[in-house]
């Protein structure tokens, strides 16, 4: 526009000076606002941190109640799942083995696999409730040792929620755990332990690390790796799940106590008895107070706790826990359940090794009739039993019933673990030692010559065993007069069984006490004097 005079130019200036609108310009909505802003600049921003201000708590409130209905949505759905679980278990379940249908002594396996074959018909439209289910069937299954069962279900599961849920969902995470464990309990090591990193991973993110779903899958991890042999992977996890758990979880929660029991477990594999034992003791308080004496929790760590002080050779506290022990386990899981026999087989070996063999052969003469029995002759728990009978009968003077024994075992283990697996070297050795007490030396040397002949497997996965069969050839050269030869085999023996870690005490007072009857015979007295010495000091 065209002003009429200079004095219309001056006052447009004075009103641009003073951040007013100008004649000049179009007085559009935004001009004038923004005149105004220049005008009344710290009013302005003092609205504005207000305005934000209130913004930010409108939209804090927005999102919590966002939030809260989602968490009572998941709520009502968790609540829903687990309605839905409990009626299909308690109805659908027990209707598919009601008594007339499968009569009146029907076995918890067969009611766990006329339901397997209902879960997805029942839910058709209802996938997590499905996956749900599968997962609580397949806890089931592998309480009672059904591995593949329960691996197909645990399978199931994380297939479900993998598609509704997606792959770094919380549920699936859990799931994964569950799939990891099993795929482990299988014999697939390596692919159980990858699978619950990754598990471990997305439940840290999403559950967050003190969770108890994110600690147990934690531990699950630490205890597969242990089972590797992985010892110094697991010390970490084991040690980091305890400080957590005990912050956050409480000492009496659940995954508290079950953290410690696997940490001592940690030690006792490692043959660290002495370091297991507080641990254990506070695993074994912490189940009597949640469960009882007689819960299969406290029975468990009452077993671990009983192997240590017999590990460490401390008969008289070994031999009244095993014995406690198995009347615990009886009067809860009967005479006759796996269970039972497990501990059974234990308290045999303590007597054996206490030299109570009378009471040690009864013992395991009836687990090996019920094992054979319930799982066949070439069972790995059958053999066990077998191979603990037989060393029994040898302790005991009976060599004829020894050998009969170990031969059955060294061909059973033989087909099911192959010729150099240490289980079959460990039976060989002993019917080597059978066969020389009994006078048959030269076929115990040719025995010792076939185990001998894979050495580096033992050397790399039991050199307990390595030093075993050294020493007992040792025993077999110098019963055939090859005396220098012998001398070698029993250095050698000392020298491996000093590189095991923890090594068992009795295990090199035999070899030392042979070694020094050797050095006698050879009329060696000072040298015999001086291995006399290392037994002296050891004690």
Same mark, same amino acid.
């Not at 220049?38 to 609205?47: C, E, K, L, T, Y």
């Not at 077999?476 to 090859?482: D, E, M, Q, T, V």
């Given at each position: 526009?065209?002003?009429?005079?200079?004095?219309?130019?001056?006052?447009?200036?004075?009103?641009?000076?003073?951040?007013?609108?100008?004649?000049?310009?179009?007085?559009?909505?935004?001009?004038?606002?923004?005149?105004?802003?220049?005008?009344?600049?710290?009013?302005?921003?003092?609205?504005?941190?207000?305005?934000?201000?209130?913004?930010?708590?409108?939209?804090?409130?927005?999102?919590?109640?966002?939030?809260?209905?989602?968490?009572?949505?998941?709520?009502? =759905?968790?609540?829903?799942?687990?309605?839905?679980?409990?009626?299909? #278990?308690?109805?659908?379940?027990?209707?598919?083995?009601?008594?007339?249908?499968?009569?009146?002594?029907?076995?918890?396996?067969?009611?766990?696999?006329? /339901?397997?074959?209902?879960?997805?018909?029942?839910?058709?439209?209802?996938?997590?409730?499905?996956?749900?289910?599968?997962?609580?069937?397949?806890?089931?299954?592998?309480?009672?040792?059904?591995? =593949?069962?329960?691996? /197909?279900?645990?399978?199931?599961?994380?297939?479900?929620?993998?598609?509704?849920?997606?792959?770094?969902?919380?549920?699936?995470?859990?799931?994964?755990?569950?799939?990891?464990?099993?795929?482990?309990?299988?014999?697939?090591?390596?692919?159980?332990?990858?699978? #619950?990193?990754?598990?471990?991973?997305?439940?840290?993110?999403?559950?967050?690390?003190?969770?108890?779903?994110?600690?147990?899958?934690?531990?699950?991890?630490?205890?597969?790796?242990?089972?590797?042999?992985?010892?110094?992977?697991?010390?970490?996890?084991?040690?980091? /799940?305890?400080?957590?758990?005990?912050?956050?979880?409480?000492?009496?929660?659940?995954?508290?106590?079950?953290?410690?029991?696997?940490?001592?477990?940690?030690?006792?594999?490692?043959?660290?008895?002495?370091?297991?034992?507080?641990?254990?003791? =506070?695993?074994? %308080?912490?189940?009597?107070?949640?469960?009882?004496?007689?819960?299969?929790?406290?029975?468990?760590?009452?077993?671990?706790?009983?192997?240590?002080?017999?590990?460490?050779?401390?008969? =008289?506290?070994?031999?009244?826990?095993?014995?406690?022990?198995?009347? &615990?386990?009886?009067?809860?899981?009967?005479?006759?359940?796996?269970?039972?026999?497990?501990?059974?087989? &234990?308290?045999? *070996?303590?007597?054996?090794?206490?030299?109570?063999?009378?009471?040690? *052969?009864?013992?395991? %003469?009836? *687990?090996?009739?019920?094992?054979?029995?319930?799982?066949?002759?070439?069972?790995?728990?059958?053999?066990?039993?077998?191979?603990?009978?037989?060393?029994?009968?040898?302790? /005991?003077?009976?060599?004829?019933?020894?050998?009969?024994?170990?031969?059955?075992?060294?061909?059973?283990?033989?087909?099911?673990?192959?010729?150099?697996?240490?289980?079959?070297?460990?039976?060989?050795?002993?019917?080597?030692?059978?066969?020389?007490?009994?006078?048959?030396?030269?076929?115990? #040397?040719?025995?010792?010559?076939?185990?001998?002949?894979?050495?580096?497997?033992?050397?790399?996965?039991?050199?307990?065993? #390595?030093?075993?069969?050294?020493?007992?050839?040792?025993?077999?050269?110098?019963?055939?007069?090859?005396?220098?030869?012998?001398?070698?085999?029993?250095?050698?023996?000392?020298?491996?069984?000093?590189?095991?870690?923890?090594?068992?005490?009795?295990?090199?007072?035999?070899?030392?006490?042979?070694?020094?009857?050797?050095?006698?015979?050879?009329?060696?007295?000072?040298?015999?004097?001086?291995?006399?010495?290392?037994?002296?000091?050891?004690?």
């Amino acid at each position: 526009m065209r002003y009429g005079g200079a004095s219309d130019l001056q006052q447009d200036l004075d009103r641009y000076l003073r951040n007013e609108p100008v004649v000049a310009r179009a007085p559009t909505t935004m001009y004038r606002v923004r005149k105004f802003v220049q005008r009344n600049r710290a009013s302005v921003a003092i609205a504005s941190v207000l305005v934000l201000g209130l913004l930010g708590a409108v939209a804090g409130i927005l999102t919590g109640m966002v939030r809260a209905r989602a968490a009572e949505r998941e709520a009502r =759905e968790q609540a829903a799942i687990a309605e839905a679980t409990t009626r299909f #278990l308690n109805e659908d379940l027990l209707s598919a083995v009601a008594p007339e249908k499968q009569g009146p002594d029907v076995k918890l396996r067969e009611v766990l696999d006329a /339901a397997s074959g209902l879960i997805d018909e029942r839910f058709p439209d209802e996938p997590l409730t499905r996956a749900a289910i599968h997962r609580t069937v397949g806890e089931a299954y592998s309480r009672l040792g059904q591995d =593949e069962d329960a691996y /197909a279900h645990f399978e199931r599961a994380l297939d479900i929620r993998r598609e509704v849920l997606g792959d770094r969902h919380v549920d699936t995470a859990d799931s994964l755990n569950d799939f990891g464990a099993a795929t482990a309990v299988r014999g697939d090591m390596r692919g159980g332990s990858d699978l #619950l990193a990754e598990a471990l991973a997305i439940l840290r993110e999403t559950a967050g690390p003190d969770d108890a779903r994110t600690l147990t899958c934690q531990r699950q991890l630490a205890s597969i790796l242990v089972w590797q042999g992985r010892f110094e992977e697991a010390e970490p996890l084991y040690a980091d /799940a305890l400080e957590r758990a005990r912050r956050a979880l409480g000492p009496d929660h659940l995954e508290t106590i079950t953290l410690l029991n696997d940490y001592g477990l940690l030690y006792s594999r490692q043959r660290r008895p002495a370091e297991a034992i507080p641990f254990l003791d =506070e695993a074994y %308080e912490g189940y009597l107070r949640i469960r009882g004496e007689q819960s299969a929790d406290a029975l468990v760590v009452a077993s671990n706790l009983a192997s240590c002080y017999f590990t460490l050779g401390n008969y =008289e506290e070994a031999v009244p826990r095993f014995e406690t022990l198995l009347e &615990n386990t009886v009067a809860v899981f009967g005479e006759t359940h796996p269970k039972t026999y497990s501990v059974m087989n &234990n308290l045999a *070996i303590v007597y054996r090794r206490n030299g109570r063999n009378a009471d040690s *052969i009864p013992l395991l %003469e009836t *687990i090996v009739a019920a094992r054979s029995e319930a799982h066949g002759p070439t069972h790995r728990s059958t053999l066990t039993s077998m191979h603990n009978l037989g060393r029994a009968y040898l302790s /005991a003077g009976r060599p004829g019933d020894a050998q009969r024994t170990l031969e059955r075992t060294v061909r059973g283990r033989t087909e099911v673990y192959g010729d150099d697996h240490p289980k079959t070297l460990s039976s060989k050795s002993a019917l080597a030692y059978c066969y020389g007490r009994s006078g048959f030396v030269e076929r115990a #040397l040719e025995l010792d010559a076939a185990i001998l002949a894979h050495r580096a497997v033992l050397e790399a996965k039991d050199r307990r065993v #390595l030093g075993l069969v050294l020493s007992r050839h040792g025993t077999h050269l110098a019963a055939a007069g090859r005396l220098d030869e012998a001398e070698s085999a029993f250095r050698e023996a000392e020298r491996v069984f000093l590189t095991v870690e923890n090594v068992v005490p009795s295990d090199l007072e035999r070899n030392r006490a042979s070694m020094v009857e050797l050095l006698e015979r050879l009329g060696r007295s000072e040298d015999a004097a001086a291995w006399r010495a290392k037994s002296t000091a050891a004690s």
